[in-house]
């Protein structure tokens, strides 16, 4: 058998080797594919006569919808649709769409230069070249949509007419009488659950009326205060008791001071000035040494989707809020009673929503900006914030707040320090009996009862305000007169919005119906009109009131505002978006989804039946390695 080896070897090594390199080789041979033989193939096809998509093709678009996200920010948002997002079809047939109209060019065409696109190549990690006809296209897509957004012929006395209804203005002075809960007969129980039953899984507000008693996330927090007031009383009292250290810091700083005399007392400027800063350092360690006396007891155990794992027993093992009061008195020289002294221990009195969490005195303003800007883009995540990214409340570790924990140590304007811990979680859900929010069923109810009543005296209402005016009808609620006030309709987020309805908030129905009123009376001053016409009573269904309103004055449209927002475009562009049909703009940005834009192009992924009905079903495109 060896001497049959030795003879053949060379042939068997031959024939083994390339067997291994073939079952070596096999996990990587769809790869090998692509890359080899399958970079031209076609991934797509498009428009009437099939056109081809390639790989290669695809690829570039890819590479430039990754360059597009990283800068972002550097961007001017897009008309119509606002950015690309991570949407690799939509990007390439805008750029198909923009390229038919004429409007992708050259670098000179985006304005492009040079040095800029080697500084955004060297930030973001994408060749030079790449990143310039990401921005050419980029530049074309925005020219193309916003031609397509001011693309309306408009004659000039529509565009006027039109321009007058959406920038024409009203003062008025009126009345609101909104439904009251008055007392009196309590709604029986069978009315108290059917109203439950059907607003009771509704957010506060979304329902008819405003109804809805879906209960948001709730949490009770206990906390502890550590006044800066405390810590500089024990440094004057260290002070006081020996100055050696005072004097110290005067003569290292006496270019600060006017004299150094070690005879003298340490005047109140230099006292001052030592105070402030060894407050300044003594603070942050306070903070530290909180926090290690809290994650002291807890050290060692495991951590699961980055919250920590507490044993049942944590609710007793913990450190109470109030020996950490005593420890840190203890160890910072801190004074429990008396002037500068730490404040106990407080909590909220049960479980309370967000908003209640953050209008709480003093602490509801305490924050950090260790874990970046809040939803509204505040640096400071302020406490609420970071009690709503707790774990119960479906938090992923963004920030470490769970239930039974201590979380970051909080700081406000003043420099106070503040130790918060969640002691309780209730998420969001539908309440679970009528019990629970049995007080504003029975309110809603009475309010509704109300309401009922003001609907079937509105004739007569109006009757009292063309007779009596408005003072008659406040008489007769008990309400007051207001105004006058200024009403416009809200065109558009740069167009000024006009004033409120104090006691209604925003109901831009009412205020329309003001200004066409003002419109429809002609162009005389309002003034020398009858009050006849120029009463209304408005009835608001979404607040439960009665709006009674007397106009008392035009506010047109002044040339230089016309000017403006003309050559803006926003005039043309909103008198478009409104017979497309309404104020936002949806009906132009879903003309500019990925789904009608591929239908419009007739673009079809390859393998793709015109009868699929899921998307999921398409292949992958290939990422492009960065």
Do not use: C
Request: overall charge negative; proline content about 5%; glycine content about 8%.
């Amino acid at each position: 058998m060896n001497r049959l080896l030795r003879k053949y070897n060379r042939i068997l090594l031959a024939v083994f080797g390339v067997g291994l390199m073939i079952v070596f080789l096999m996990p990587q041979l769809p790869d090998l594919m692509a890359q080899f033989g399958g970079r031209g193939s076609e991934i797509a096809t498009m428009g009437e006569d099939g056109k081809a998509v390639t790989r290669e093709d695809w690829q570039l678009v890819q590479q430039q919808v990754q360059i597009l996200q990283r800068l972002e920010g550097t961007l001017s948002p897009l008309p119509i649709i606002g950015s690309i997002g991570n949407d690799p079809d939509r990007y390439y047939l805008l750029i198909h769409e923009a390229s038919q109209a004429g409007l992708i060019g050259g670098a000179a065409s985006a304005a492009i230069n040079p040095d800029d696109v080697l500084t955004l190549s060297r930030q973001i990690g994408f060749p030079p070249a790449a990143v310039r006809q990401a921005i050419i296209n980029y530049t074309g897509i925005r020219r193309y949509l916003g031609r397509i957004q001011t693309a309306g012929r408009l004659s000039d006395r529509r565009l006027k007419l039109e321009s007058r209804k959406m920038l024409d203005g009203v003062d008025a002075r009126y009345v609101v009488v909104p439904a009251k809960a008055e007392s009196g007969k309590m709604p029986d129980e069978a009315a108290q659950l059917t109203h439950f039953d059907q607003w009771g899984d509704v957010e506060p507000g979304e329902g008819e009326h405003g109804f809805g008693y879906r209960l948001p996330d709730r949490a009770a927090v206990e906390w502890l205060e550590i006044p800066r007031s405390a810590a500089e009383a024990s440094v004057r009292a260290a002070v006081a008791a020996d100055d050696l250290e005072a004097r110290k810091f005067w003569r290292k700083n006496q270019a600060r001071f006017e004299t150094v005399d070690g005879a003298t007392a340490v005047p109140d400027e230099v006292l001052d000035a030592y105070v402030e800063q060894q407050v300044s350092d003594l603070m942050p360690t306070i903070a530290r040494g909180a926090s290690d006396a809290l994650r002291a007891p807890r050290r060692g155990f495991a951590t699961h989707e980055n919250f920590v794992v507490l044993p049942d027993t944590w609710k007793n093992d913990r450190l109470s809020m109030d020996t950490l009061r005593g420890q840190l008195a203890e160890r910072f020289n801190l004074a429990l009673e008396g002037d500068g002294a730490l404040p106990a221990a407080e909590s909220t009195d049960g479980l309370a929503d967000m908003e209640s969490i953050s209008q709480l005195p003093r602490v509801g303003e305490a924050g950090t900006n260790r874990y970046g800007p809040n939803r509204n883009g505040n640096p400071t995540r302020r406490l609420s914030d970071l009690v709503a990214l707790a774990r119960e409340f479906g938090g992923t570790g963004e920030v470490p707040v769970q239930n039974e924990l201590a979380g970051p140590v909080l700081t406000d304007r003043q420099g106070n320090l503040w130790i918060f811990r969640m002691t309780a979680a209730d998420s969001a859900r539908p309440p679970a009996t009528l019990d629970e929010v049995r007080p504003e069923v029975i309110e809603n109810l009475r309010r509704l009862a109300h309401w009922d009543r003001l609907t079937q005296e509105l004739d007569a209402m109006e009757t009292v305000a063309r007779e009596s005016g408005l003072k008659g009808i406040a008489e007769n609620h008990g309400e007051v007169v207001q105004g006058p006030a200024s009403f416009q309709r809200y065109m558009h987020p740069n167009v000024p919005r006009g004033g409120t309805v104090r006691g209604l908030g925003v109901d831009q129905t009412l205020v329309d119906r003001m200004v066409d009123r003002s419109i429809e009376l002609g162009t005389a001053p309002l003034d020398q009109t009858d009050r006849e016409q120029r009463v209304l009573i408005l009835a608001s269904e979404p607040n439960m009131a009665v709006l009674v309103a007397e106009l008392d004055r035009r506010v047109p449209m002044q040339q230089p505002q016309f000017d403006s927002y003309f050559d803006q475009g926003l005039l043309s562009g909103r008198i478009m978006a409104d017979e497309f049909g309404g104020q936002d703009l949806g009906s132009l940005a879903d003309s500019f989804a990925t789904d009608a834009l591929r239908e419009r192009n007739k673009f079809v992924r390859s393998g793709q039946r015109d009868d699929d009905d899921t998307e999921g079903d398409q292949p992958a495109t290939a990422s492009v390695a960065e």
